[in-house]
């Protein structure tokens, strides 16, 4: 299983990214995918989680309303767009997905929100 994320950086406060997970390994299409992030210093927390098929999708309430999970399981890749960011979204942001009964994570994108 390889999880390799992209599409961090630095942005602005109000401003927006859209992160992406290209995922290898596994059946895509038939696992649920899930977002994490890690401030410094803090725990990594979840973000938000997409069924495999993409009917249904569940955030975090830190985020909720700010943020669209989606995934297009052609490409094998599961996006998080981040709208109105703010300085205390800036954290390592991971993909996950549970394969076996065993976590798997990518090595994260760092996104940090700044003026």
């Known amino acids: 299983v390889q999880l390799v994320e992209s599409g961090g950086g630095l942005v602005q406060p109000g401003g927006s990214l859209r992160l992406s997970c290209v995922a290898s390994?596994?059946?895509?299409?038939?696992?649920?995918m899930k977002w994490y992030r890690q401030a410094q210093g803090k725990e990594r927390e979840w973000v938000a989680t997409?069924?495999?098929?993409?009917?249904?999708?569940n955030y975090a309430d830190a985020m909720k309303g700010r943020i669209t999970i989606s995934r297009d399981n052609p490409k094998n890749t599961v996006y998080l767009q981040m709208n109105s960011l703010k300085p205390e979204d800036t954290a390592v942001y991971y993909c996950n997905v549970l394969f076996r009964n065993m976590d798997y994570w990518g090595k994260g994108t760092l996104v940090t929100v700044s003026s």
């Open positions: 997409i069924s495999s098929t993409g009917h249904l999708r």
């Open positions: 390994g596994f059946t895509f299409r038939t696992y649920n």
